[in-house]
C-alpha cells in the first residue's frame, strides 16, 4: 500500500518524515512518502463562530486532490490547525471509512496546549497514535471496544495517551487484510 502524507498549510518536514517512519513500523506492506505539494488550508472551512476548522471540508479538499493524483492508495493530510467536526468541540482527526483519504491535526497533540512542558517525544507519540488510527478507519477498521487497541476512540488526550500505538489482533486482522486486498 503505498501512502502519500501531504501537508496541509506549513508542516515541518522532519515531523512528516519522522510519522512516515513510524507508520511503515505498525502497517505490513506499506510504503509512505511525503508530498512535496502542499495544499492551502481551505478558508472555506473556517468557522467564524467557534474560530475552528471544519475537519470534514478539509478532507474533502485532501480527497479532491487525492482522486486527480492517482498515485497513492491512501493520502494523510497533516494540519496545524484546530478542527471541529459536526457534533463534537473537537476532533484529532478524521477519515473516510473505508475510504481514499485520512485527516490528522497537530493542535491539540502538543503539549503546550494543555500548559505543559514542550516534549517532542510525547507529541511524536501521540501523532503517531492519531495517524495509525484514522488510516485504520480508512482500512475500514471502526471503533474498537479494547481500551489498549490503537482504534478505541479518542474523546480527549487522556484517552490517546492511554492506549498503545498498536493494533490489537482483531483490528490488526482486518486492516491486514484489506492491505493485501488492495494487491
Ligand atoms: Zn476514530
Ligand atoms: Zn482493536
Same mark, same amino acid.
Given at each position: 500500500m503505498k501512502i502519500g502524507i501531504l501537508p496541509v498549510g506549513q508542516i515541518a518536514s522532519n515531523v512528516l518524515t519522522e510519522l512516515g517512519q513510524g507508520l511503515v513500523k505498525i502497517y505490513p506492506d506499506i510504503q509512505c512518502s511525503i508530498i512535496k505539494e502542499s495544499l492551502h $488550508?481551505?478558508?472555506?472551512? #473556517?468557522?467564524r463562530k467557534r474560530k475552528q476548522y471544519n475537519s470534514s471540508t478539509i478532507l474533502n479538499e485532501i480527497r479532491i486532490f487525492a482522486s486527480e493524483q492517482n498515485r497513492f492508495h491512501r493520502v494523510l493530510g497533516v494540519v496545524d490547525a484546530d478542527i471541529f467536526a459536526s457534533g463534537?468541540?473537537? $476532533?484529532f482527526g478524521e477519515a473516510y471509512t473505508p475510504g481514499q483519504t485520512a485527516l490528522i491535526s497537530l493542535w491539540r497533540l502538543k503539549p503546550e496546549f494543555y500548559k505543559e512542558n514542550a516534549s517532542d517525544s510525547v507529541f511524536m507519540l501521540r501523532l503517531q497514535k492519531e495517524a495509525v488510527h484514522e488510516l485504520g478507519h480508512t482500512l475500514g477498521v471502526r471503533h474498537c471496544p479494547?481500551? #489498549?487497541?490503537?482504534?478505541h476512540f479518542s474523546n480527549s488526550i487522556f484517552d490517546t495517551d492511554k492506549k498503545q500505538s498498536l493494533l490489537c489482533d482483531q483490528c490488526y486482522l482486518q486492516a491486514a487484510l484489506a492491505i493485501s486486498n488492495l494487491g
Open positions: $488550508v481551505p478558508e472555506s472551512a #473556517f468557522d463534537l468541540n473537537y $476532533v479494547r481500551s #489498549f487497541c490503537v482504534m
